[in-house]
Every structure is written in C-alpha cells, then in structure tokens.
C-alpha cells in the first residue's frame, strides 16, 4: 500500500482523546487503586452484604465479636469489633490480624496507620507486618496507649519494615498485652482499623502507586467517574451518594456495591477528583439519573430531590468557596473550584428496566436533569447516557455515550461506523473493548479470559475510526480498567493486579492503549487512498499534539501470514526520518498476558526510517500488528 499524507484539509479533533474510565468492579476501588491495605476495616454492611468479621483473626485466644455498640464510633460506622482476653494458648500479647485485599505489598517504606479503641488500656499496642505463612515479623512499631474507658481514642503510627518480603501472602496484626487492660470486662473494642503504604504523590487516603503510575503512563487525558454500574446501585435505596463519601472515614457509611461486594467508599468524590488534579485530568462527572441496576426508576413526582441532588453535587465540584456547597469543599481543604465541564447524566439508561427504564429517561428523567443543569450552567457539556446508536435522539449540542463491547471482527466491520455522525452527534466513547472471541457466540459465551492479542488489534482499528472522527467523537476510554485477580467478576480488564506488586500485569490492549494514547492528534489529515485499503490494513493520519505528523496502523491480516508491505509520504514534511514502532503478540492471536505468566506476549520494535528518494518511508507491517509511524517530532 502507498499511502500520500496530505499537508492540508481534515478536521480539528477533540483535546482529550484517550481518557480513564473508574469503576469499583473486581476490587478495583477497594482492594484496588485506593490503597488501603486492611479489607474490612471498619465493619461496613448492608443487605446485600451483611456485616461480617470476614478478614479478621484472632491472635492468641482472642476472641472476636462484632457487636453493635450504644456508644459506637459514629452514625455511618455502627458496628466494630470487640477483642476479649479469652483463653490465651501462650503467655504473652493478645490480638487480631487482617489478611488484607488477599495479602499485602510489605517493602522497606513507611505504612501509615490508624485505629480507634474503646477501653481503657495501660500499656502498648504493637502494629506489625508479618508473613502469612513462616509468621517471620518484617516490621513493627509501638504505640502509646491512649485508650480511656467510654470513649474512642484514635491512634496513629508509622510502621517502617526492616526487610522486603517475598512474597504478597503477608498479614497486619495489631497486638496488646491481656494484664494491661483496665474494667471489668476484660476486652477493648476496635474500629476503622487503616494501613496505607505511600500513595500516588503522597496524598492522605490515596491511590496505590504501581497502578496509578501505569494509568499516568497512558498520558490520559480525561477521567470519568463513578463509573459504569456503580454509579446506578442495586436498588433505588443505594445509588451512588456523592455526599456520603466526603470528609473523615469514620463518617462514610459505604454502600452495597454492584458487583459482589460492600464498598468503603474511602475513594470518594474528592479523591476522584484529587485523582484527576494529580493527573491533569478533565474530570467527566456522571450524576445518578434515577434508575437502578434492578430496573426500577423514580417516578416524574419524586424526581426534583435528586435533581437538586446532582445541583448540589456539581456546585461541591464547582463553586465559588462561598456558595453553600463549594464552601463544603473548601473546608475538606480545596477552596478552589475544581474544573468541571462535562457531566454525564446517568449510566447505560437504555439498559436496565428496559423498556420502561429506558422510556423514563426519554421522556422525564433526561429533560428535566439537562433543564436544571444546562440552566444553572450553560457552559457545561451534558452527556446523556445513552448513545445515538442506541435508539435516542440526542439533541444536540448534548453528546452521547457510546458503549461497545464486542468481537475483534465486529470492530474490523464497524470500521465506518462513525462516519455517519454529524457535528451534531457528539459522542463519548465512555466505555469499549474487545470482550467476545469472534464467532457471534457474544454473551452467549460470557467473556475472554484475559484481553488477547487479536481482540487489541481489533481495538486499534474501532480506535483508529474513533480519531477519523475526532470532530465528533469526544474521547475514548477502555472499561473495565482494573481486576484484582483474587476476587473479580468481569475478565477483560485493561490491568490485573493482585497485593504483590510484582504481580501488576498491563494487558495487550493496555499497550495498545498506551501505542495510541501517548501520541495524541490535533487534527486529522486526509490520506490517498482513504483511511484503509482492500484489504486488512487500516490507517488513520493527523497532526501530532507533540508536533510533526503521526499515522496509526492496524493490520488485521490474519489468513496471508505474509507482511504487508507500506509506504508513506508526508506532503509538505521535509524531514528524512521518521520513527516506526510496531507491536506484534509473541504468541499469535490469542495470546494473553497474565499475572503468572507476566507481561511477555506483547513484542514492541522502534526503529528509526530514512526517507527514499521520493521522500518515502518504505517498511513492512507483520500481520496481526498495530504500528505508529511519527514524523517531526519536536
Ligand atoms: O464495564 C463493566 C460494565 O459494563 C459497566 O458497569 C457498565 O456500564 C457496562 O455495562
């Protein structure tokens, strides 16, 4: 193929291509980027999810109890744990352990911790971090008692271990000595028990580093959040409560999750939006619409309190540091106003309780939110939930949000899906990915065991029409982004990490990702011939944010096992070089990478192209590859 990139014509395309899309599945909240290490720590519960010591061990005869207390730490954490001296097997402290998100990282850094005690205690707690399985110690620290009969005494420590270990299977425990606790009831009682390693640039109840940085390393330009299902909640009694995930822990209730579990919402708004500051950015926020993942919706009548609801959430984000709301943020110590510019309304509103769900949203719930927000801000860009391919129309200047999840082949076909699209059909692609082998067995055949070769390939082509149509199209971000490999319920994530931070593997399509990410176009510059030619190979060119001109390639040439042989020039571009990086998979079509196996499948090769006499950069391009070709970078 002899492709000529033009000097002129194209479009401007969106600022913020690629993005990160949160969502607290497989424990990628808890457990997973927000780095506290204990699970459990502060006994939350619900229906869904009853309260449970599910985490905790005694040490030394302990005994443990959950107990309701009339005096309990606050009104959002009812529940704590009560340690009674019980019938020591050995002289010595007593105590309890936490085996964390399935084990703990423990490397010579400082952990932070905390706890609130209830008894009163002379003496000193011990906080340590040993192996699960030899019990060796790799560090520990004492802690002064505080501890006063009736009341909760928070304590804080620092714990430095001397000794990286091995391994991820290593526990927290916290231990006292029996004779030193005062009263006749012989026990103490605990609650929000915290450990936090050092987190992403060292904020207070932050993000765990090696993922955050893997994010940053994508360049990612916009985060949306509180992603997906989360967002929507079980039932109408617990969606997502943006203001029940503010301020100290001890006054989070958490809430039952969607997928499996009770979340602490220790990462709430502030800290996504903290997330986004660190990162730079362009926070989407998504408000709860009224409907639940059950399928039941609020009634017209009932809707104003969470219209108001989202009012009142945007001005926390927003406003000035002396309006009601913004004056809230301002005392949890960000008096500037974050920049808020689009808000999605609702998650997937065409999906649950369809068609009943779905009509609501057409024909109350979307108007009157988009009234109320478009009112009180104009220059925000709302996004409604739905896309215009999934049967709404979307009135303009309001963007959709586009969902696929399919086949490698089902993108190789959708290639000119977009292109249809008019200025007025803006669209956020706020999730997509390969998840189905080809074969139109789809959900049918539930997911692929991990993101695979083929299916980032196929990725490649959907985003490259994606950037086609960057005039239309938003921004794109991979979903789900995280699975911790140790509880988890959807297998194509983009990262799958476990405690042992040696575990963290970036997926093929998070290279691929990263291939596209990190060279971000301002415009796109028509090609001869357009875009793809008859055969397998896709294109799409434009000017590089970074300066100089960038082509994107994907080559789905699955059946020829020969390479296809390219060649560019670049009108207008007197440069004699040009860089081509080219990822292949090492293991064909359906390789993976995996925890255990590491990250080996993806092949990148970079080499440096000297122009033909006709200014050409001749190369070849495996198949099943995908490929960037950079020139005049500055
Ligand atoms: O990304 C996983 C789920 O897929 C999201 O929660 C939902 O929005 C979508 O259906």
Same mark, same amino acid.
């Given at each position: ?256 999750? *969607?997928? !499996?579990?009770?979340? +602490?919402?220790?990462?709430? @708004?502030?800290?996504? &939006?903290?997330?986004? #500051?660190?990162?730079? =950015? ?34 926390? *984000?927003? !406003?000035?540091?002396? +309006?009601?709301?913004?004056? @809230?943020?301002?005392? &949890?110590?960000?008096? #500037?106003?974050?920049? =808020? ?294």
């Amino acid at each position: 193929v002899d492709i000529v990139v033009h000097k002129d014509g194209g479009n401007k395309t969106s600022d913020m291509p690629y993005g990160l899309m949160h969502e607290d599945i497989n424990y990628a909240g808890d457990g997973g980027i927000y780095a506290e290490l204990i699970r459990n720590r502060a006994f939350q519960g619900s229906k869904q999810f009853p309260v449970s010591l599910s985490g905790w061990s005694p040490i030394n005869g302990a005994q443990l109890t959950l107990k309701q207390l009339s005096k309990p730490l606050s009104s959002a954490l009812p529940n704590s744990m009560n340690v009674a001296v019980g019938n020591a097997s050995k002289p010595g402290p007593i105590g309890f352990s936490n085996s964390g998100f399935w084990g703990m990282d423990v490397k010579k850094q400082p952990y932070k911790g905390s706890f609130y005690v209830k008894g009163a205690y002379k003496g000193k707690f011990t906080a340590s971090l040993q192996s699960a399985i030899t019990k060796e110690t790799f560090g520990s620290v004492e802690i002064v008692s505080k501890s006063v009969e009736n009341e909760w005494v928070q304590h804080k420590f620092t714990l430095v271990p001397t000794k990286n270990a091995k391994n991820g299977n290593n526990t927290f425990a916290l231990t006292f000595r029996p004779e030193g606790v005062q009263g006749k009831a012989k026990s103490l009682d605990f609650n929000l028990i915290s450990l936090f390693p050092p987190t992403y640039k060292g904020r207070e109840n932050g993000l765990r580093v090696d993922l955050a940085e893997a994010f940053a390393a994508l360049e990612p330009k916009f985060l949306r959040f509180p992603g997906g299902n989360a967002l929507e909640g079980p039932d109408l009694a617990n969606p997502w409560k943006w203001n029940e995930t503010l301020g100290p822990l001890k006054d989070r209730p958490g809430r039952p999750g *969607v997928w !499996g579990y009770q979340m +602490s919402d220790g990462l709430g @708004l502030m800290e996504y &939006l903290q997330w986004a #500051e660190d990162m730079n =950015l362009e926070p989407i926020l998504a408000v709860w619409a009224g409907l639940a993942l059950d399928g039941a919706y609020v009634n017209e009548t009932d809707l104003q309190p969470w219209i108001q609801d989202a009012l009142n959430e945007i001005e926390f *984000v927003r !406003g000035p540091a002396t +309006s009601p709301y913004g004056s @809230l943020r301002a005392r &949890l110590g960000h008096p #500037e106003p974050f920049p =808020l510019k689009y808000v999605e309304i609702g998650n997937e509103d065409w999906l649950a309780g369809r068609p009943a769900g779905f009509e609501s949203y057409i024909k109350y719930r979307f108007p009157l939110f988009k009234k109320a927000i478009s009112e009180k801000y104009p220059d925000i860009q709302i996004i409604a939930s739905p896309s215009v391919f999934d049967d709404m129309t979307i009135p303009a200047p309001v963007a959709g949000d586009y969902h696929p999840y399919r086949e490698p082949d089902e993108f190789y076909n959708e290639f000119h899906k977009f292109d249809g699209l008019t200025r007025d059909n803006k669209t956020l692609i706020g999730e997509y990915a390969a998840v189905h082998a080809n074969g139109g067995i789809k959900w049918d055949g539930g997911l692929h065991p991990f993101p695979w070769w083929i299916g980032a390939v196929g990725e490649a082509i959907f985003l490259i029409s994606a950037e086609n149509a960057g005039d239309r199209i938003l921004g794109a971000t991979y979903a789900p982004i995280l699975r911790n490999m140790n509880s988890w319920s959807w297998s194509v994530c983009m990262i799958e990490f476990e405690a042992d931070t040696s575990k963290t593997t970036l997926s093929t399509s998070y290279h691929l990702f990263k291939l596209f990410s990190t060279k971000p176009i301002t415009r796109t510059l028509p090609t001869t011939p357009g875009e793809r030619n008859t055969t397998s190979l896709f294109w799409g060119a434009g000017v590089a944010q970074k300066g100089g001109r960038v082509v994107k390639f994907a080559n789905y040439n699955t059946t020829g096992h020969a390479d296809t042989p390219v060649s560019v020039r670049f009108e207008g571009v007197r440069e004699k070089k040009a860089t081509l990086t080219v990822l292949t998979g090492k293991e064909g079509a359906y390789g993976f990478n995996d925890p255990e196996r590491g990250n080996e499948v993806v092949r990148q090769e970079r080499r440096v192209l000297g122009a033909d006499r006709e200014g050409r950069f001749v190369f070849r391009l495996p198949e099943l590859s995908v490929a960037t070709l950079e020139v005049g970078r500055r």
